[in-house]
């Protein structure tokens, strides 16, 4: 059965408003329900308070925290009054008057005056001073009694005893027990800037300042972060390094988080004493939740940072979590420098990818080899261990010849001369080469990263196996354990004995993942020759690896693995999480093998939803997208072309001179360059105001639909860098009102041309994953259906 693996639930602050996140959690849960912000302003009014009353007042306030100064070595620490306030305090009470100097204490008998004789000369100043340590005093004794945690109620009390005793001696708190800051370098806060530096340098001016954007809300996103607990971490990560998170997370609590709320204690941002170590242990989990607040809250987001969070921030947070987990990114290095004379680090970025340097291929070495067409046994019995990578051998060629090979092919009415194919292909300077997408510009493919990555050698792609009467591959053996715990992690819900069975049973296979000689990913299958098709067992890529375009990489390779071995269908059962990602891949839940194919042969799962893909053995998978976007690049020449043409500018008409009254509109010239065709008799022949008021109608619904936000009005540059010079022709809701009450639309098809343009713009500009897309669509099929209902086109 095929699953996709579900996220960790943990608290995370929102987004904000403006893209600013807001004050994590105050300490000890839900301090009088308030985070630490809220916390940290009422200290601060408490404390303004108090450094205004007079000077007895705050003799008093000190006295209870100042040891007894009497003859006879009293050993009192603290004076206590004789009439101590009620607890908790009623509201109604007024603010008791500051008591006498001469008042005695409860405890020791001796006066005020006495446990405080040592502040008679201290300045007003350092009294205020004292003063604020000692209400962070009084809410660390608060914060202590409440937290559930152990680890974080001994950090609480720690810092409690040493504000206490500073207190006490006068002195400023000093955390002897804790090594001083920063604790890692580079700093976070310096890795994301080589970030930036290495990886968008290149950028115009006005993306790169999208992306600066983008890093310094990261870096704020990171100060207000709230850690889970060790307690927590260990439940949720059994097998991490609890003892260097305990102690991050300590650090963290004492330099951070706490002086938030207490600040007597020196602050500082955790972006600027963490590194890398610390990043590591929160960012899968806080991407995860940053994108899913922004979508949760994106109508609360102003219009300005609309696009910057929901479609520009997932880009830059995926490009940086590679760096984050890479063991060779060097961003990372004391030593980086962009622009080092004669070291100049390399930049590989989507945005120009080097040309396809060599072909992608399959293979298999020919003491492994096996003959497939005979349907007897099963292929992974026989090549088990051996390896099969994706990168050696014959490119792999279409099983048969296809229809119409080789012979010619019948023209089809409205086919473009190949001559004028062959003059376009040459103007393009290098076909296999077309520019890869930018980041910020349209959207790329979704494989687009991972094909990158496997040119440069940075992950690698191979078919293994367990064997029962072969002499065991230490290295095949070890990715298998690797695979196994990755289907194990990701696939929580599937008893792990199984994955265990499966993936090193000799019938199965398994198209392995590797990324710095490790495994990351991969898909679990088993071939069924006889039958014609394979079943998906396991589909998982690692956490940290995911959104990265391995999951489509991976497939492509199958696809092309299976084309190679004339096997063309798979089949699988994907659970609710998975259904979506294998759409995406093709699969739907029209089964195209015969039941009689597959009964009996594949396992059944309950609650889950048997899916199939047929392949086309034509098709080269891996390097679809590439072929799709030179493609692309023909039609956008073709368009230009054809455009040239129609721009060509006629003589005028002369015949009204001689006394012609009027002529057919076929006689002129340019006319039918331009792609006009005579009204035939279909649904245009309706009356004006009959038409103005269907289509008034439809454009009413349309805005009013809940998916229509997006499109309301024009684009905003500063929302949108680059928009206009990937959208040549925009078009939004509010221009279509103008013009329809300008009685522009004199036909339905004008009318239906204008409102699929803002659907096609906002596919361009916005990758698939975005908010904006998925608008799109749902947007245009609602469209659709008011058109049909109208009567405008046929149902």
Known sequence: ????????????????????????????????GSGAAGGSARIGVKKAQLRSSPRPKKLEKLGVYSS??????????????????????????QQPVAVSLHEPCRSCSHTLGDHVSHLELVPEDEINRLLGMVLDVEHLYTCVHKEEDADTKQVYFSLFKLLRKSVLQMGKPTLEAQESPPFERPSIEQGVNNFVQYKFSHLPSKEHQTIVELAKMFLKQINFWQLETPSQRRQRLPNDDTAGYKADYTRWLCFCNVPQFCDSL???????????????????????Q???????????????????????????LSMLEEEVYSHSSP??????????????????????????????YYSISPASSVDLSSGAGSPARKTSTALEPAAVGEKRKPAEPLPQEGSKRPRVLGDIPVELIDEVMATIADPAAVPETGLLSAHSARDEAARLEERRGVIEFHVIGNSLNQKPNKRILMWLVGLQNVFSHQLPRMPKEYITRLVFDPKHKTLSLIKDGRVIGGICFRMFPSQGFTEIVFCAVTSNEQVKGYGTHLMNHLKEYHIKHHILNFLTYADEYAIGYFKKQGFSKDIKVPKAKYVGYIKDYEGATLMGCELNPSIPYTEFSVIIKKQKEIIKKLIERKQVQIRKVYPGLSCFKDGVRQIPIESIPGIRESGWKPPGKGKEAKDPEQLYGALKSILTHVKSHQNAWPFMEPVKKTEAPGYYQVIRFPMD??????????????????????????FTNCREYNPPESEYYKCANLLEKFFYTKIKEAGLIDK
Not at 83 to 89: E, K, M, V
């Open 1 to 32: 059965m095929a699953d996709s693996s579900a996220g960790i639930e943990q608290g995370s602050p929102a987004i904000g408003a403006v893209g600013s996140a807001p004050a994590a959690p105050g300490p000890g849960g839900a301090d009088e």
């Open 68 to 93: 007894c100064k009497a003859e006879g070595a009293c050993k009192c620490n603290g004076w206590k009054s004789q009439n101590p306030p009620p607890t908790p305090p009623r509201s109604e009470q």
């Open 266 to 288: 020196p602050r500082y941002d955790t972006t600027q004493i963490f590194g890398r170590t610390l990043l590591r242990s929160v960012f899968t989990v806080m991407r995860k």
């Open 290 to 316: 940053l994108l899913e607040q922004a979508r949760q809250e994106k109508d609360k987001l102003p219009p300005e940072k609309r696009t910057l969070i929901l479609t520009h921030f997932p880009k830059f």
């Open 331 to 360: 961003i990372w290095g004391q030593e980086f420098s962009a622009g080092a004379p004669g070291g100049q680090i390399p930049v590989h970025t989507v945005v120009s990818a080097p040309p396809v340097a060599r072909p992608l």
């Open 733 to 758: 809701l509010k221009t279509m009102s103008e013009r329809l009450k300008s009685r522009y639309y004199t036909t339905r098809k004008l009318f239906m041309a204008d409102m699929q343009r803002v």
